[in-house]
């Protein structure tokens, strides 16, 4: 069956250091891979999306990696702020019209 | 420009009762997408609207849920004879014509609680 894995439920990790979150897959063939960010009671916010031809992709202090031969992807917050404490959401896209979503991590950075 | 606008915010059902809930999609998009969060769960895609069309309900219950997305007016998604399964965070999306789920803009969801 098709399954996506965040790696972990929680993280908590020091202001300044950076996070590393992970997603897995089986069993897809993405077109390509979002993240967003989930705030308590908010709908998720788009950050990045990246493609099946991409390594990586990098916006501000966010990066995306996309390993399709490992069927994982690696997204990565330096320098990270309370302020980006939150629960963090891959999702795969197959086609066109609807995202798979993985369960998330909820991300704790403690001052 | 508004976002996505989802209401009501909050809806509590007793068993049996119907919920009704509403999206208007930001302005100048004409899909559609529903998607429900249940507690400790990831969003799992229900439904994919276009203006009077749906496009692909691979992910909606067979029974008591339907949706639709009128000419004029905002998208419902209906839950008949609701039971306390169905209680759960109701998240819409929408995204501009030609872009399909590449670039979906969320709602803030409604939480639906059945008592």
């Known amino acids: 069956s098709q399954k996506i894995e965040q790696n972990s439920e929680a993280l908590n990790i020091q202001e300044g250091k950076t996070a590393t979150l992970t997603c897995n897959y089986t069993n897809y063939s993405p077109a390509y891979l979002q993240w967003y960010r989930q705030d308590p009671g908010r709908g998720p916010v788009f950050l990045l999306l990246i493609r099946e031809n991409e390594k990586e992709k990098r916006k501000e202090r966010l990066k995306v990696t996309f390993d399709t031969t490992l069927k994982q992807s690696l997204f990565h917050i330096t320098a990270s702020q309370p302020a980006d404490s939150a629960t963090y959401l891959c999702?795969?896209?197959?086609?066109?019209?609807?995202?798979?979503f993985g369960t998330g991590t909820r991300l704790t950075v403690i001052p | 420009n508004a976002g996505v606008m989802q209401n009501p915010r909050h809806l509590v059902r007793r068993r049996g009762q119907e919920a009704r809930l509403r999206c208007s999609p930001m302005?100048?998009?004409?899909?559609v997408y529903w998607y429900r969060q249940l507690p400790e769960e990831g969003l799992k895609f229900m439904v994919y609207l276009q203006k009077e069309n749906i496009i692909d309900e691979s992910g909606m219950p067979k029974e008591r849920f339907s949706a639709e997305f009128p000419k004029e007016g905002p998208s419902i998604l209906r839950i008949q004879q609701v039971v306390r399964g169905d209680s759960a965070a109701y998240f819409c999306?929408?995204?501009?014509?030609?872009?399909?789920?590449?670039?979906?803009?969320f709602g803030p969801g409604t939480r639906l609680t059945v008592t």
């Open positions: 302005k100048g998009h004409s899909h």
């Open positions: 999702a795969l896209a197959t086609g066109a019209n609807n995202l798979f």
């Open positions: 999306a929408s995204s501009p014509p030609g872009t399909g789920a590449y670039e979906q803009y």
